[in-house]
């Protein structure tokens, strides 16, 4: 098992629709959560952190945790094309952990 | 100015030649990593390093050294190349400083294609 999984996808979803992405972890010791979104070609750019248990929201995006059953989400509301690209969950177990885990990541094309 | 520059950005190389990645930035990071990232696939941590005179394995260090020279310089080196370390490798910081939850944020630099013929 993997120590970060999500659905390779890839994901489609119309303009203006909602995208959800899911990421599933398995270390029970995780407390920081992260996603990261790579344009094909490019660097991943952080899009936004969790670390405490319910909803966290920036703009367009929240991130939701529930740390009890070891899954974290992203839903992109009012989807754009320009969010078309591939979504990396990452996970560490905080402070002194040093290094965080990623996933495969999940594609995510959003169709005109 | 990139804070997390990588050099070169694109390599070509034979079977068995010796290359040297490396990275630079000017965030003033403790923390520096080294990742490979192969197509469909997240990222591998090959190395990473804590401080000047820390240095750690990740996940899939075989085949692969590191220096740091400085706070600020990381490299990374494969001895032997052979073709299945073609990928896009990737340097990236993360700073200590402040101790919250979002320490280990990850700054990436540009990227570098390697291939190996």
């Known amino acids: 098992q993997k120590e970060v999984e999500q659905n390779s996808g890839p994901l489609s979803v119309p303009e203006g629709a909602i995208a959800s992405l899911n990421c599933t972890y398995s270390?029970?010791?995780?407390?920081?959560f992260f996603w990261y979104r790579q344009y094909s070609g490019k660097s991943p750019e952080l899009i936004m952190f969790i670390y405490s248990n319910g909803d966290k929201e920036d703009g367009r995006f929240t991130a939701q945790l529930n740390k009890a059953s070891q899954y974290v989400s992203l839903l992109i509301r009012d989807s754009q094309p320009s969010d078309s690209a591939t979504y990396l969950c990452a996970v560490n177990r905080g402070l002194n952990a040093g290094k965080s885990t990623f996933g495969d990541g999940t594609t995510l094309t959003v169709k005109p | 100015d990139a804070d997390v520059t990588q050099t070169p950005r694109n390599r070509i190389t034979k079977t068995g030649k010796r290359i040297m990645l490396e990275c630079s930035q000017t965030k003033g990071h403790d923390r520096m990593y080294w990742y490979r990232q192969d197509p469909g696939l997240g990222l591998r941590l090959i190395y990473y390093s804590f401080d000047v005179k820390d240095i750690n394995k990740g996940e899939i260090s075989d085949g692969y050294s590191v220096s740091r020279q400085a706070q600020a310089k990381f490299s990374l080196s494969l001895e032997s190349a052979i073709p299945n370390q073609t990928a896009l490798y990737f340097c990236?910081?993360?700073?200590?400083?402040?101790?919250?939850?979002?320490?280990?944020?990850?700054?990436f630099g540009p990227g570098t294609r390697l291939t190996v013929l």
């Open positions: 990236a910081t993360s700073d200590l400083a402040g101790g919250g939850p979002s320490t280990d944020t990850q700054y």
């Open positions: 270390d029970r010791g995780s407390q920081s």
